[in-house]
């Protein structure tokens, strides 16, 4: 995996042999950071990055600099592997947590700039993954949830459905708070 953008702009990290994940791919992550880098200065902003998987996206925060950054993710292997390249990258500003996601959502009582949340495709209940980020109140003021899913899940009909955006395979819907919310 290869870091696009930033302080840490072209780093390979190595990923362990045996993690079955579905990464973001670098077309995708360069589009997105695009479209953040174009709305938000990052380097006053806290983030929380649910399914982090090997923590691709999370990476691609910390080397733009965000003040701070969560990953959550339930598997073992993902938090180790994660809290290790944080520390090769000398990153203080990353807190690593292993929960169930839907838990982590149902507890948590911090205030987030940008929520990413990029579950399996196939994972029942993705629809849910907005509902408890605004149901909890979990964004600030300006800030935005975006899921990563598959081209045949369709979340527009929550009232805080901004826009979807594709890019190759990737599909990504963004939410913000509204006067509905």
Not at 37 to 60: A, H
Not at 142 to 152: S, T, Y
Request: net charge negative.
């Amino acid at each position: 995996m290869r870091i696009i953008s930033g302080e840490f702009k072209g780093r390979i990290i190595h990923t362990p042999a045996g993690l079955t994940l579905r990464p973001t791919t670098d077309i995708a992550k360069e589009a997105l950071f695009n479209v953040l880098g174009n709305r938000y200065d990052f380097d006053e902003f806290s983030v929380l990055d649910i399914f982090s998987g090997t923590g691709g996206i999370t990476y691609e925060f910390i080397s733009r600099g965000v003040k701070e950054i969560l990953c959550v993710d339930s598997n073992p292997k993902h938090i180790s592997f994660i809290e290790k390249s944080c520390k090769d990258l000398g990153c203080t500003n990353a807190r690593v947590v292993r929960s169930d996601a839907f838990v982590f959502l149902k507890t948590c009582t911090k205030k987030f700039d940008i929520i990413f949340a990029d579950p399996p495709y196939d994972l029942k209940g993705i629809d849910q993954i907005p509902q408890l980020v605004f149901e909890k109140e979990l964004l600030n003021t300006e800030g935005v949830l975006i899921v990563e899913h598959a081209i045949e899940t369709d979340l527009s009909a929550h009232p805080c459905f901004v826009e979807k955006r594709k890019w190759g395979k990737v599909n990504m819907s963004f939410f913000e708070k509204n006067s509905n919310s």
